[in-house]
């Protein structure tokens, strides 16, 4: 502490340009012509804690430095301890009111990616949405990427899943990815493509009983909507009139419908899965399939 207090207030200054000038200058600089929004980019320019890079910088050559005698070598090592100190205490503590305040704070509430693009899949997504969830959708199909952008759901970038997937700002907060398209490898293929070590769950629609392509039958991935469900199913079903829709639950599924999705009061979002079947509370919003067909 005694190498420190004479070198308090000086230092509060350097913090203060630091904080104040240097980082936001160089983060308004280096942000422009990017894809970042103008209060991502005020937070790029709020958020510079420095740490052990500065530490062992400071430690590798201030010591050369005394050894020269360059004059004020010696105050090296501990200004910058003191920088690191007020910087993570400053960044620290005003971190998640400063992207609140900016309005760039992750949401709790679960976003799911939709992989597919076929008619019921677009129906499901906006479903979804209207049950106040952020759902992003990828498709590889350019007809039915049009089909997305005609219902007005955001669709991931990239002409391939895992192109689209290495998009990271867009992509940050993917809670789940539901692997939905008419091709059961790709499904398949998909779950092993996508695993993270995040925790991020992978669903994929089941093969139909009988049918066991080349590597659906082998590979991870929840199955999804129960037994029935498969996506022959689904794709027959909806083409014969039966719709997707949501609805506010009293407690209880109501009768000539299946449940495919819960989406809890909080905005975590319960699946229908073969393994467990999510039982939705009142005030909990269902996503249900109507089995009467007009």
């Not at 003191?82 to 620290?92: E, H, P, S």
């Amino acid at each position: 502490p005694s190498s420190l207090h004479h070198l308090l207030w000086p230092t509060l200054g350097l913090v203060a340009v630091l904080v104040v000038l240097a980082r936001p200058l160089a983060a308004a600089i280096s942000t422009i012509r990017t894809d970042l929004s103008a209060g991502e980019r005020r937070f790029v320019g709020a958020m510079a804690p420095r740490g052990i890079v500065a530490a062992a910088t400071a430690t590798t050559f201030s010591s050369g430095l005394v050894a020269a005698g360059i004059g004020g070598a010696s105050k090296i090592l501990p200004v910058t301890f003191l920088v690191i100190v007020a910087t993570v205490v400053i960044y620290g503590l005003s971190a998640d009111p400063v992207a609140r305040l900016l309005g760039v704070a992750q949401s709790r509430r679960s976003r799911p990616l939709i992989v597919g693009g076929d008619p019921w899949v677009v129906d499901l997504a906006s479903s979804l949405r209207s049950a106040g969830l952020d759902v992003l959708m990828w498709a590889g199909e350019e007809d039915e990427r049009e089909r997305i952008r005609r219902a007005d759901l955001p669709l991931a970038p990239g002409e391939l899943l895992a192109s689209a997937t290495g998009e990271g700002a867009r992509l940050e907060g993917i809670s789940a990815v539901y692997l939905l398209t008419e091709e059961d490898d790709f499904n398949a293929l998909g779950s092993l493509v996508l695993q993270t070590p995040d925790g991020r769950r992978l669903y994929r629609l089941s093969p139909p009983p009988g049918e066991h392509g080349v590597v659906a039958p082998y590979t991870g991935g929840e199955a999804m909507f129960g037994g029935t469900l498969t996506r022959a199913a689904l794709d027959q079903r909806y083409r014969r009139g039966a719709r997707i829709g949501a609805q506010v639950s009293d407690g209880t599924v109501p009768a000539g419908h299946d449940l495919l999705f819960v989406v809890r009061q909080n905005g975590k979002l319960s699946p229908a899965t073969v393994s467990a079947m999510p039982e939705p509370a009142a005030g909990d919003t269902m996503v249900l399939l109507a089995r009467c067909e007009s």
